[in-house]
């Protein structure tokens, strides 16, 4: 089992900047890829960003390409997403996502999933 917290949503304004972390517990979850997915009203859940625990291999969705940043802290056990420049478009729940194989992009492969946490962008 995998238990994930992310804390870290908000209410920003457009061009602000915000970062979600995500703390992560259980066994063996130093072998999964990390991810964040969100989900806006009436759409559905699009993937964010992921890295790999092990190595550190990040993936990013376009729309956040060079915006967003995913990190992973061993020692802490805890994923971040640092986000800046956002729009109003970003506004979601974000959540964070345990997998252990399959892609990185597809919420499908996705076995552990936190609570969510809300951004909201106002313009």
């Known amino acids: 089992q995998v238990q994930l917290v992310e804390s870290g949503g908000g209410l920003v304004q457009a061009g602000d900047s915000l970062r979600l972390s995500c703390a992560a517990s259980g066994r063996y979850f130093s072998y999964y890829a990390m991810g964040w997915f969100r989900q806006a009203p009436g759409k559905e859940r699009e993937f964010v960003a992921a890295?790999?625990?092990?190595?550190?291999?990040?993936y990013y969705a376009d729309s956040v390409k060079d915006r967003f940043t995913i990190s992973r802290d061993k020692a802490k056990n805890t994923v971040s997403l640092q986000m800046n420049s956002l729009k109003p478009e970003d506004t979601a729940v974000y959540y964070c996502?345990?997998?252990?194989?399959?892609?990185?992009?597809?919420?499908?492969?996705?076995?552990?999933w936190g609570q969510g946490t809300q951004v909201t962008v106002s313009s």
């Open positions: 890295i790999t625990w092990l190595l550190g291999n990040t």
């Open positions: 996502a345990a997998r252990s194989s399959g892609s990185v992009y597809e919420s499908r492969n996705y076995n552990y």
